[in-house]
């Protein structure tokens, strides 16, 4: 059973730093691209940022330059580290790949 668990959220004030977590278990997603979404209260779920199988990341233009995604396929795990949070980075973080989605870990950015 494929399954994909996100940690390292929590109460953070502005300007302060993250890092996101998504291990998975089940099967091995060396080939896959890995990517994490947010959904903020009220809002569609959005796309953050993926990272290819070969090193290549995507960004929203929204965190680029503040967060960055990296993946250690021999743990088989996706991390997220978010430097200078926002208040407007609050929300649900979710990882995903291929059709598999985590439970998502809340991050909240106090002004």
């Known amino acids: 059973q494929v399954q994909l668990v996100e940690s390292g959220g929590g109460l953070v004030q502005a300007g302060d730093s993250l890092r996101l977590s998504c291990a998975a278990s089940g099967r091995t997603f060396s080939f896959n691209t890995m990517g994490w979404y947010r959904q903020a209260p009220g809002k569609e779920r959005e796309f953050v940022a993926s990272?290819?199988?070969?090193?290549?990341?995507n960004y929203a233009d929204s965190v680029r330059g503040r967060f960055t995604v990296s993946r250690d396929s021999a743990k088989n795990t996706m991390y997220l580290q978010m430097n200078n949070l926002k208040p407007e980075d609050t929300a649900i973080y979710y990882c995903?790949?291929?059709?598999?989605w985590g439970q998502g870990t809340q991050v909240t950015v106090s002004s």
């Open positions: 990272m290819s199988s070969r090193g290549s990341t």
């Open positions: 995903q790949v291929v059709r598999y």
